[in-house]
């Protein structure tokens, strides 16, 4: 219980001093007009309040995956706290944070012109394209996700097959119509469902007395069912990504930037947001080392059921919060990765107008962009789920990597303290890559080659930015 008291600390402490420090080298100028009122067009672009703003990013970048990653990552043990904690707080709120502020600097852009701007042409092309593929695999994530939790918890006629085909309905909707008609009115009240349904659950666990391991000595090594398979590097670094650093996060704060109403705000929506969702990533890893009795027992329970934390999350809420809590709270984590998965939609129409060029006022505009993506969305479901996580969570991560590396760039033109963006690329340079060379769905090779090669490619890159400081800055 300790260590999970820590873990809360090092997320406040994180958000009341660290968060301002980043803050000094994001070029905030409180006078400057945002996009919200220079670029306001009634469907993507308006000011909105910025209560409204914080719940809707919070909720946006939420999704499954401080939840179902949460769970999953708990599989290693206490060592999650450890990268939950410092990677919400030097990653992940960081990553948010100017991915926000640089799209408010550039007219509310995509994050995908964004790091062409300050990455190359070449780079904004594969993005382009990287980028679009991520959103269509969150959005079926965040499909299928959800319809297997209602089907579990509706009559029997209501099947899988029934939710997918309702909740692309609501995605068009969702996508299509102005952000302040469902998505302003309806994702406040989520965000704060999601908030208090994590409140409520850690409330409930130490209230029934259950013991919430703690990390020492004894406690910080691979708990994981399968730990050679799965090493503790790169493997938590992925599988635990919204609760601690996410590439899909930087798709969603432009759609924020395009609505904040004054760029001081920034602290408390882009980095607030990401320590929120801290917070609810490292409650859901504590209820689920202690609910089954530990952490080997949680092993068993996952190993038993195929990994799906799905029936981890259905088993926690009704046992916590009785039969009724228990679906408030089902409901409250199928609307999570609903309304992220409605955004990914969104912010795919964006990336493609943005590059095109494409005016997003006339509906028919949104329309011929839109129902494309649907389509393709719809022929992802048909691939087994597992494969479709797989692959979104290694794209997620990267993308949050190349993220990263833009930001140092931006830092480095801007003459700031670039090493609060450079340290971080560098570390998820380091997990992507030596991911792709170990993990089954890469290149399946042994340890003994993965490291040195996912360290001898961190190193190039570090010596590339130094090269490209001496030949341009110096």
């Keep these: 219980m300790i260590t999970f008291f820590i873990g809360l600390l090092v997320l406040l402490l994180g958000y009341l001093f660290y968060s301002k420090f980043v803050e000094r080298f994001a070029d905030v100028d409180p006078a400057r007009k945002t996009p919200a009122y220079t670029m306001e067009d009634g469907v993507d672009y308006m000011p909105l309040p910025t209560w409204k703003i914080f719940l809707i990013q919070f909720l946006n970048i939420a999704g499954l995956g401080p939840i179902f990653g949460a769970v999953a990552g708990a599989m290693w043990g206490p060592v999650a706290f450890i990268w939950i904690a410092l990677g919400s707080v030097f990653a992940g709120a960081t990553h948010d944070f100017f991915s926000g502020m640089l799209s408010v600097k550039h007219n509310g852009l995509s994050i995908t012109e964004i790091v062409g701007i300050y990455m190359g042409n070449a780079t904004k092309q594969f993005m382009r394209g990287f980028t679009v593929i991520l959103m269509m695999l969150v959005g079926v994530v965040f499909i299928m996700g959800p319809a297997k939790i209602l089907s579990g918890i509706t009559p029997d006629f209501a099947s899988v097959t029934f939710w997918t085909w309702i ?18 009115r309806i994702y406040p009240v989520f965000g704060l469902s999601l908030l208090f349904m994590a409140v409520g659950l850690i409330t409930a666990l130490f209230i029934k007395g259950y013991h919430i391991p703690e990390l020492n000595l004894a406690n910080l090594h691979n708990f994981h069912t399968n730990s050679d398979k799965f090493p503790i590097f790169p493997m938590l670094f992925i599988t635990i990504a919204c609760g601690a650093i996410s590439g899909f996060h930087s798709t969603q704060s432009p759609l924020m930037a395009r609505c904040i109403k004054n760029e001081k705000h920034g602290r408390p929506v882009f980095y607030g947001a990401m320590i929120s969702e801290g917070v609810v990533a490292l409650i859901w890893a504590a209820i689920s080392m202690s609910f089954f009795g530990g952490i080997r027992e949680l092993n068993d329970v996952m190993v038993a059921n195929n990994e799906n934390a799905a029936f981890i999350v259905n088993e926690i809420s009704n046992s916590l919060l009785g039969t009724f809590g228990g679906v408030l709270a089902l409901l409250g984590v199928v609307a999570a990765p609903i ?18 060029k494409f005016n997003q006022g006339p509906i028919k505009n949104r329309l011929f962009i839109s129902i494309p993506l649907f389509v393709i969305a719809f022929l992802l479901t048909q691939i087994h789920f597992g494969i479709i996580w797989r692959y979104f969570a290694w794209s997620n991560q990267t993308l949050a990597m190349i993220v990263l590396w833009a930001i140092s760039v931006f830092l480095l033109q801007e003459k700031k303290l670039y090493w609060i963006a450079l340290i971080p690329a560098l570390f998820m340079t380091a997990v992507t890559t030596t991911y792709l060379m170990l993990a089954p769905e890469g290149f399946s090779l042994p ?22 400081k001496r030949k341009y800055f110096s």
């Design 447 to 468: 340890k003994e080659v993965s490291y040195p090669a996912g360290l001898a490619i961190t190193l190039m890159a570090f010596i590339g930015f130094f090269v490209y």
């Design 167 to 184: 909740i692309f309905a609501y995605y068009l909707l969702a996508t299509m119509l102005p952000i302040d008609k469902i998505i302003g």
């Design 339 to 356: 309304t992220s998965g409605d955004t990914a939609f969104r912010s795919a129409r964006l990336i493609v107008s943005d590059f095109l």
